[in-house]
């Protein structure tokens, strides 16, 4: 697999935002009808929580290019996009770390009835590669918790 690097990876992921929230029809006429949480949910502020829509592959096609790799849809919900860290090597308590391990990165997105497009997801980064990867996600609007 080759490598990419940390900021094509941030850029991608902007883009792929972007694509997710134009593509596909999920927030048009009926798609969220059926979804609708039933009566006893409710969100912080009491109003009904949103649930996911249910999406295809080809509903996440934009997303796998912008990002230069495919993901696995799961329940037809979610999807997952992982990034493995190959280049980096971790030894804990004499332990090797692998990537499959602990050294991934990945980025989930799931669509909703009004259309919008929610992603998550974790980045594993060096302590020097931290104010770069900071600032990129700042500059593409991705919140960071």
Not at 39 to 47: D, I, T
Request: charged share 20%.
């Amino acid at each position: 697999m080759a490598q990419v690097s940390l900021a094509r990876l941030l850029a991608a992921v902007g883009v792929a935002v972007l694509v997710a929230g134009c593509s596909g029809d999920a927030g048009d006429s009926d798609a969220g009808d059926s979804a609708a949480p039933p009566a006893h949910q409710s969100n912080a502020r009491g109003g009904p929580v949103a649930e996911p829509v249910t999406t295809q592959d080809s509903d996440w096609e934009g997303v796998a290019e912008a990002l230069g790799r495919s993901g696995t849809l799961s329940n037809g919900t979610v999807y997952r996009v992982g990034f493995p860290r190959r280049d980096l090597s971790v030894t804990s308590r004499d332990v090797a770390v692998t990537p499959g391990l602990a050294l991934g990165s990945y980025v989930v997105f799931a669509r909703y009835p009004d259309g919008q497009t929610m992603m998550m997801g974790d980045l594993v980064v060096t302590e020097d590669e931290l104010p770069r990867v900071t600032d990129a996600l700042h500059a593409n609007g991705i919140g960071q918790t």
